[in-house]
């Protein structure tokens, strides 16, 4: 297919497995749909209506961890790892990212178990290898989005074939809209593997039932227990690393703590358990925590504190400034979601080191303790597993023609060029509005008071090469006074083995953060995302049903009208991966024709 219109009159005809406006998690949010010209009035305003649609997962929660199915899993978890079986955790995306989180919580633990009381350590299992995870794309695609890839089932099903699973292990397959091709891959191919497979998805399944036929097979195939978490639509539509991926993280996080409770209460003494600071854990505890937590995030002191964040932000990216963040314990969520925002809102994705053509991302992420190698193990708890696959390998699992002919370079030296250690970053320290926002959660704030803390020292030798400096403590003790510029966004919670509590806390914040400061931007129109990324069929389609909302084109004209877009932006964004949004421009131009000036 040479020309554009002949690719648009394809995806009309042929895709419509991918049209997916039927899913709530595609739906605007009544409760936003004002939310960009709110954050740009009043960001407190704006940070409240976010964390309205945060509110909603607490029904979904109360029922979820009291259902047989949550119990199902937390059983399955602990069985398979008291058999030296394995754990996988398996998505694509914000999924991915929240499996790869899962297996590095997981093994941060026993490592941490191992280095701390070896004593006690010594008379458990060698538990920590019994956890794995599979993001489609591999470990690089934590960092940076791999293109198309979750549109193949065959993917998935190869990912499984490459870890080993088998009988008695357990498979958790997650997708926020119940319907990514390649998760639902690992699903079937678990199942032939002979492992036990667990399904959780965020859309109603009865929805999925009806609009999705690959949905339809698992959700009605008995072998697998399903879980579903669906909440309603986003706080911004489609935008799943929000309310769907935190719903994901509360519910499978605690399953596997609870699991890991488990494990420790069957072999260790009341005094060993009090020892490790375990605290036992009812299903029932998760909810109220849960909205513990968001009440304590709904505060006027910590509204404030996040729309001073905001502002922060917004003043370096407004002068085309960049950020960066500095953390250690918590950097893979912070990673999470600065590597989130590129696809999202069309930024400039992270920049490898030999990289000196692309655009630099208005914010990275750094540890000021580690070299890269090491900052990469620190984060993943074990060597990254990048994939490594060739031409054939692409051609037997039915890929594009390009990708045979141009096989993506996604193995681990290639992960190693993100360079997240101490290493000085010119590019980005030199710049005329550089920013450093040193990020300490929890019990960091504390030790970085005093002035023999690696962590401060660290900080402070990075801190010397960039022109404005400030900190944020997410959690109960105020960030020590040694940089010009300080915020706390004050909260507390309880032990977790799993560091879950603390986590919520990050994600809920910078979720937060993030699309407010984007939304001030114009980045965001209304509760839409209107530079949508075009990186595969789903993505087509959210872009093509943007554009016919907010111009009132019929569906077939805006996807005429976006793929002219996308093969006009397309040359620019593969050299400099700097362009417009194909879906914002489009808009752009549908306006114009209309004699419209702003996007209604």
Not at 13 to 35: D, I, M, Q, V, Y
Not at 111 to 128: C, K, N, T, V, W
Not at 235 to 250: P, Y
Request: charged share 25%.
């Amino acid at each position: 297919m040479s020309s554009t219109r002949e690719k648009a009159e394809f995806f009309l005809a042929h895709e419509h497995a991918f049209r997916l406006g039927a899913l709530p998690t595609e739906c605007s949010n009544p409760k936003t749909a004002t939310f960009s010209q709110t954050a740009a009035a009043d960001i407190a305003a704006g940070m409240r209506m976010l964390a309205s649609v945060d509110a909603e997962i607490l029904p979904v929660a109360e029922r979820v961890f009291g259902g047989a199915e949550f119990a199902r899993l937390v059983e399955a978890l602990a069985d398979a790892a008291r058999g030296g079986h394995r754990i996988c955790f398996s998505g694509c995306g914000a999924t991915g990212r929240l499996s790869i989180l899962l297996e590095a919580a997981w093994r941060r633990f026993w490592q941490e178990l191992r280095a701390g009381h070896p004593q006690i350590s010594a008379r458990l299992p060698d538990f920590e290898r019994c956890a794995v995870s599979i993001m489609t794309g591999g470990d690089h695609a934590l960092i940076r989005s791999v293109e198309g890839f979750e549109d193949y089932t065959t993917f998935g099903r190869h990912q499984v074939k490459q870890a080993g699973l088998g009988a008695g292990d357990v498979l958790v397959a997650t997708t926020e809209g119940g319907e990514t091709s390649s998760v639902i891959g690992t699903v079937w191919q678990a199942l032939e593997l002979g492992a036990k497979v667990f399904f959780a998805f965020n859309n109603p399944a009865a929805v999925l039932v009806k609009h999705v036929e690959r949905s339809r097979q698992v959700i009605e195939d008995p072998r697998i227990t399903k879980l579903d978490l669906a909440t309603g639509p986003m706080a911004i539509a489609g935008s799943t690393r929000m309310q769907a991926t935190t719903s994901e993280l509360l519910v499978l996080g605690g399953a596997l703590e609870m699991a890991m409770l488990r494990l420790l209460q069957e072999r260790l003494s009341p005094a060993e358990l009090a020892e490790l600071g375990v605290e036992p854990r009812t299903a029932g505890d998760y909810p109220r925590l849960f909205a513990e937590l968001l009440a304590q995030l709904a505060r006027p002191a910590a509204v404030e504190a996040m729309a001073g964040l905001v502002e922060f932000e917004e003043q370096i990216y407004g002068r085309e400034g960049l950020v960066t963040y500095l953390t250690d314990r918590f950097l893979l969520d912070v990673l999470t979601d600065t590597t989130e925002r590129a696809p999202t809102f069309r930024l400039p994705p992270f920049r490898k080191c030999d990289d000196r053509v692309s655009a630099l991302s208005w914010a990275f992420v750094k540890n000021p303790l580690y070299d890269t190698p090491e900052a990469w193990f620190q984060v993943l708890r074990r060597e990254a597993r990048g994939l490594d696959w060739d031409a054939e390998t692409y051609r037997q699992l039915g890929a594009s023609a390009g990708v045979q002919a141009n096989p993506p370079k996604l193995n681990n030296h290639e992960i190693l060029k993100f360079q997240i250690g101490r290493e000085a970053d010119p590019a980005r320290s030199d710049h005329a509005d550089s920013a450093l926002l040193a990020i300490l959660v929890g019990a960091e704030a504390e030790r970085a008071s005093q002035a023999d803390d690696p962590l401060r020292l660290g900080i402070a030798a990075q801190a010397t090469r960039y022109r404005r400096v400030a900190t944020v403590a997410i959690g109960p003790a105020a960030p020590p006074r040694w940089a010009a510029e300080n915020f706390h966004v004050e909260c507390r919670w309880p032990a977790s083995v799993v560091d879950l509590w603390a986590r919520l806390a990050v994600k809920l914040v910078l979720n937060s953060l993030s699309t407010a400061t984007m939304a001030r931007l114009g980045r965001v129109a209304g509760n839409w995302m209107i530079c949508v990324e075009t990186s595969n069929k789903k993505l087509i389609d959210r872009g093509t049903r943007l554009i016919a909302e907010l111009t009132g084109m019929g569906y077939d004209d805006a996807c005429y009208l976006l793929h002219e877009t996308m093969e006009e932006v397309g040359p620019r964004q593969r050299a400099t991966n700097d362009a417009p949004s194909p879906v914002a421009l489009a808009i752009e131009r549908a306006m114009a024709a209309k004699g419209a000036k702003h996007v209604p």
